[in-house]
Structure formats: structure tokens, C-alpha cells
């Protein structure tokens, strides 16, 4: 049955400018139709809605779902399909009907859906309810149906408990949906369909893409498992990997700071079987925003399984920020096994001055979009008497921002140098690092407009 379900999701769906979220990758695969024989109840929607060319381009969809299934069941077209499985239709509008029980005759099936005509309500009960009717219990087979529709239930009882009934059973629902005039509702196909609904459901707005998406499902229903998988995943730009866990099955690496490789040698080769794999990523540009997390994800099979991962996307809220001088560049190391101790070459570090520095980050609170700001920090240092002495003073105009409204700015990096032989904060002068009291003035204000002022003590 190749590969069945495939997803991708992500932990949270908001993070801070620099915050991080776990990623899942997941895979199921079936075996081989020919050697898991699959009995399959396909499900028309024939109600009033689907008149015109929605009804043609239905019937030419399921015609080719019939000779995709009936070929690979033994390799050839010879108008049976072979295996051990079969094909039964169900169609309905206002009640549904069994159209045909589970047959292998293709001219049989096909001759049931060109019969087909439109008129009435939407009655999806009745539709799960004659579809689950068509299996029989004693038999082995894996149990499918396939549900396509183009509207809301207009008549009959509620399918959901149906729909539940017949996955609690065992039995795989795929539903395909077409924005027809009264409006699909995505979430109840999702509620109706076997999980993950990513690979469960497909919607399309256009009948005309109708055959095409009957034949993607015929194709991954009807191929085996799966052989030599690889899943390339290349991240946004503004996303980069920082840690990537084992997976459930198979191999992965990172191959740069966006991209990764996960390879599996095989999947649901003799049995149904899921794999998945877990890394973790952070946020890495200074913009705000709903940003999809991965530019391309790209799988690849020796069975060519169709396999389209979802496409999550995180909001990041990174504010406004201004860097007046530049920050340090973060150098990253890691400890490994059991070692008491290790040895981190971090580069050259170009002496700035004698003393310690004390590096400040500030907010301006509420700064409007359009407007300059004038910024000034004053740094003192406090006596045991509490006379103060200045160490520093930094000044600096922010750039105005375009945010829609008036955002809080953080400014980062301001950095003092803090000679040891100007000490007055009355520490004890024999220790090697005293306690020095410090006290920051922040003053800033629009340019050419009033002015507001804080302060606050730091320690250092």
C-alpha cells in the first residue's frame, strides 16, 4: 500500500526572536498490495450540487482510481482486479445505495460510476453506513474507504459517530473534498478520517484536479511499502538546526546549518510500520512575522510513492531592536561522554581596555512607528557614602521603525569599561573581583520633543 501517512509538526506555534521548537517528521508504510490484498469501498457524493462538470470530472477521477488499483494488483490490464482484492461503490445524495458489492470486475465498476446522475440533499451517514456494509468481517483483507464529497450533510444523522465507528473497526478513511457551492468543511473531513488527516485529506477548489488527486491516492494505496527512503529537508533561512535526535527508524544527519538528510532503508515492507524522526531548531534573523519553517522538503523512494509533507509555519515575535555597537559573536562548543574536563579554543579576543566591562541591554518603552530617538545612558559608581562618580557616558540616536503601531524597542550591547584602580564602591580592595555599585541613567526621548528618564542601581 506504500506509503500512507506522512507528517510534519511543530511543538509551538509562537516563539520569542531567538526561541526554539521541536520539529517531528513522520512516516507510515503498508506492504505491497499484491501481497496485502485490500478490499476497498469507493464513495461518490451525487448530490444536486454536483451537477455539470463536477459530476464528469468525479466519474473520470474514479474511473482512473479503478485501473490504477486494478493494475497493480497484478501488473497487468486485463480488466480484473487480482490478489485476493476488490472494489465496491457506494454513491448518495439524499439516501445512498450499494452500487456494487466488493467485485474485481472493472468493466463492472466503471459501468456503475458512468451511471451515475445527480439530484438531491447530502446524507453522509447513510453513505459510511452502506459503505461499511459492503466488507465482510470474516475476511483478512486490510479495509479501506474512500470518501468523496463536495458539500456539508444536509439531511440523514450524524456521520461523525459513524465515521468513528468504522476507524474503531480497523478500516482506513480517506476522504477527498471539492469546495462545492455549499462549502466543504475541511475540519469535519479531518474529523472523519483516519489520522494523521495531512495524508488522509485532500481538498481542491477546481474539479478539474479531481482526476489528478484520485489517482495520487490510488497510487500510494496501491504501491509497496517503501525501499531505500531518503528525505532531504532544507530549512528557512531564518531558521538553523541545533540539535538533531536519533530516529525511530533509519539514519539522519545535518548537512549544514539549514538542511538535513534522513535515510531509511525500508518501511512497511512486511507489515504496517511508522517511523519519525525529532530535531530542534531556532529562530536566527531579527524580523518578525509568520514564517514557514522549511523552504522545501523533498522525498524520494525506488517505489516512487508520492509523499507531500505539510508545511507548518511559527509566528515569531522578535519586537524592535537596535544594535548600536556590535555584539560579541557567540562561539559554540559542546561537551561530550564523561570527561572531567575539556579544552575550548575560542579565537583571538583583541584586548578593548584595562578593567572589567559591563554590558547593558535597555528597553524604550512604547516608541511610535515613523519616529528617531535619542538615547543616553550615565553610568555612576557609589561610595559607601553614597557620592557618586561617573564612569561613562553613551549617547546614540535609534533609528525610527515601521512597525504598524508603537512597539517597545530593545537596545542591546551598550557596553562601559570599568578600570579596577577607579574603585570606590568600598568592597574589600584585597579581593580579586570586589563588588562594585554601579548606577545606570537612562535617558531618551523623541528628537525635537520631550523627554522622559529612569534609573536604576546595578551590581556588578
Same mark, same amino acid.
Given at each position: 500500500?506504500?506509503?500512507?501517512n506522512?507528517?510534519?509538526?511543530?511543538?509551538?506555534d509562537?516563539?520569542?526572536?531567538?526561541?526554539?521548537?521541536?520539529?517531528?517528521?513522520?512516516?507510515?508504510?503498508?506492504?505491497?498490495?499484491?501481497?496485502?490484498?485490500?478490499?476497498?469501498?469507493?464513495?461518490l457524493?451525487?448530490?444536486?450540487?454536483?451537477?455539470?462538470?463536477p459530476? %464528469?470530472?468525479?466519474?473520470?477521477?474514479?474511473?482512473?482510481? &479503478?485501473d490504477?488499483?486494478?493494475?497493480?494488483?497484478?501488473?497487468?490490464?486485463?480488466?480484473?482486479?487480482?490478489?485476493g482484492s476488490?472494489?465496491?461503490?457506494?454513491?448518495?445524495a439524499?439516501t445512498?445505495?450499494?452500487?456494487?458489492?466488493?467485485?474485481?470486475?472493472?468493466?463492472?465498476?466503471? %459501468?456503475?460510476?458512468d451511471?451515475?446522475?445527480?439530484?438531491?440533499?447530502?446524507?453522509?451517514?447513510? %453513505?459510511?453506513?452502506?459503505?461499511?456494509?459492503?466488507?465482510d468481517?470474516?475476511?483478512?483483507?486490510?479495509?479501506? &474507504?474512500?470518501?468523496?464529497?463536495?458539500?456539508?450533510?444536509?439531511?440523514? %444523522?450524524?456521520?461523525?459517530?459513524?465515521?468513528?465507528?468504522?476507524?474503531?473497526?480497523?478500516?482506513i &478513511?480517506y476522504?477527498?473534498?471539492?469546495?462545492?457551492?455549499?462549502?466543504?468543511d475541511?475540519?469535519?473531513?479531518?474529523?472523519?478520517a483516519?489520522d494523521?488527516s495531512?495524508s488522509?485529506?485532500?481538498?481542491?477548489?477546481?474539479?478539474?484536479?479531481?482526476e489528478?488527486?484520485?489517482?495520487?491516492?490510488?497510487a500510494?494505496?496501491?504501491?509497496?511499502?517503501?525501499?531505500?527512503?531518503?528525505?532531504?529537508?532544507?530549512l528557512?533561512?531564518?531558521?538553523?538546526?541545533?540539535?538533531?535526535?536519533?530516529p525511530?527508524?533509519?539514519?539522519?544527519?545535518?548537512?549544514?546549518?539549514?538542511?538535513?538528510q534522513?535515510?531509511?532503508?525500508?518501511?512497511?515492507?512486511?507489515?504496517?510500520?511508522?517511523?519519525?524522526?525529532?530535531?530542534f531548531?531556532q529562530?536566527?534573523?531579527?524580523?518578525?512575522?509568520?514564517?514557514?519553517?522549511?523552504?522545501? &522538503?523533498?522525498?524520494?523512494?525506488?517505489?516512487g510513492?508520492?509523499?507531500?509533507?505539510p508545511?507548518?509555519?511559527?509566528s515569531v515575535?522578535?519586537?524592535?531592536v537596535?544594535?548600536?555597537?556590535?555584539? !560579541?559573536?557567540?562561539?559554540?562548543?559542546?561537551?561530550?561522554?564523561?570527561?572531567?574536563?575539556?579544552?575550548v579554543?575560542?579565537g583571538?579576543s583583541?584586548?578593548?581596555?584595562?578593567g572589567r566591562?559591563?554590558?547593558?541591554?535597555?528597553?524604550?518603552?512604547?516608541?511610535?512607528p515613523?519616529?528617531?530617538?535619542?538615547?543616553?545612558?550615565?553610568?555612576t559608581?557609589?561610595?559607601?557614602?553614597g557620592?557618586?562618580?561617573?564612569?561613562?557616558?553613551k549617547?546614540?540616536?535609534?533609528?525610527?521603525?515601521?512597525?504598524?503601531?508603537?512597539?517597545?524597542?530593545?537596545?542591546?550591547?551598550?557596553?562601559?569599561?570599568? !578600570?579596577?584602580?577607579l574603585?570606590?564602591?568600598?568592597?574589600?580592595?584585597?579581593s580579586l573581583?570586589?563588588?562594585?555599585?554601579?548606577?545606570?541613567r537612562?535617558?531618551?526621548?523623541?528628537?525635537?520633543?520631550?523627554f522622559?528618564c529612569?534609573?536604576g542601581?546595578?551590581?556588578?
Amino acid at each position: 500500500m506504500g506509503v500512507t501517512n506522512s507528517n510534519k509538526v511543530v511543538s509551538v506555534d509562537q516563539i520569542s526572536c531567538d526561541g526554539t521548537l521541536k520539529v517531528t517528521l513522520a512516516l507510515t508504510a503498508a506492504p505491497d498490495i499484491t501481497t496485502n490484498p485490500t478490499d476497498i469501498a469507493l464513495v461518490l457524493d451525487r448530490s444536486g450540487s454536483m451537477t455539470g462538470t463536477p459530476l %464528469a470530472n468525479m466519474k473520470a477521477g474514479a474511473k482512473t482510481f &479503478i485501473d490504477i488499483i486494478e493494475e497493480a494488483t497484478d501488473g497487468v490490464k486485463d480488466g480484473v482486479i487480482g490478489s485476493g482484492s476488490h472494489i465496491g461503490i457506494v454513491s448518495f445524495a439524499s439516501t445512498a445505495t450499494t452500487d456494487t458489492q466488493m467485485i474485481t470486475s472493472v468493466a463492472t465498476l466503471k %459501468a456503475s460510476v458512468d451511471a451515475l446522475s445527480a439530484g438531491g440533499n447530502t446524507n453522509h451517514a447513510d %453513505a459510511f453506513t452502506k459503505a461499511i456494509a459492503l466488507f465482510d468481517p470474516a475476511s483478512t483483507n486490510q479495509k479501506v &474507504i474512500v470518501m468523496f464529497t463536495d458539500g456539508n450533510t444536509t439531511t440523514g %444523522a450524524p456521520p461523525a459517530p459513524v465515521a468513528a465507528a468504522a476507524r474503531a473497526a480497523g478500516i482506513i &478513511i480517506y476522504c477527498i473534498g471539492l469546495v462545492g457551492s455549499d462549502g466543504v468543511d475541511v475540519n469535519t473531513l479531518d474529523d472523519w478520517a483516519t489520522d494523521p488527516s495531512s495524508s488522509h485529506v485532500a481538498i481542491t477548489p477546481d474539479d478539474a484536479k479531481l482526476e489528478e488527486l484520485f489517482a495520487e491516492l490510488a497510487a500510494n494505496i496501491s504501491n509497496p511499502g517503501a525501499t531505500n527512503i531518503v528525505i532531504d529537508e532544507f530549512l528557512n533561512d531564518d531558521f538553523t538546526i541545533t540539535s538533531l535526535s536519533s530516529p525511530t527508524k533509519g539514519t539522519a544527519m545535518k548537512l549544514n546549518d539549514q538542511t538535513l538528510q534522513w535515510r531509511i532503508p525500508e518501511l512497511g515492507v512486511t507489515a504496517s510500520e511508522g517511523a519519525s524522526l525529532e530535531f530542534f531548531i531556532q529562530h536566527t534573523a531579527q524580523t518578525s512575522g509568520d514564517k514557514k519553517v522549511n523552504a522545501s &522538503i523533498q522525498y524520494s523512494d525506488d517505489e516512487g510513492n508520492i509523499v507531500i509533507f505539510p508545511d507548518p509555519s511559527v509566528s515569531v515575535d522578535c519586537g524592535v531592536v537596535v544594535n548600536p555597537e556590535d555584539c !560579541p559573536v557567540p562561539i559554540d562548543f559542546e561537551t561530550v561522554g564523561c570527561s572531567d574536563t575539556i579544552l575550548v579554543d575560542l579565537g583571538d579576543s583583541y584586548l578593548e581596555s584595562l578593567g572589567r566591562i559591563v554590558q547593558m541591554d535597555v528597553t524604550v518603552k512604547n516608541v511610535c512607528p515613523g519616529k528617531r530617538v535619542a538615547l543616553a545612558v550615565i553610568l555612576t559608581e557609589v561610595d559607601e557614602h553614597g557620592l557618586e562618580y561617573q564612569r561613562g557616558m553613551k549617547a546614540m540616536t535609534l533609528p525610527a521603525h515601521d512597525e504598524p503601531t508603537c512597539r517597545d524597542v530593545l537596545v542591546k550591547c551598550i557596553k562601559f569599561v570599568l !578600570p579596577e584602580d577607579l574603585d570606590v564602591s568600598g568592597g574589600d580592595t584585597q579581593s580579586l573581583c570586589p563588588t562594585r555599585n554601579l548606577k545606570a541613567r537612562v535617558i531618551s526621548h523623541y528628537v525635537d520633543t520631550d523627554f522622559r528618564c529612569c534609573e536604576g542601581i546595578l551590581t556588578v
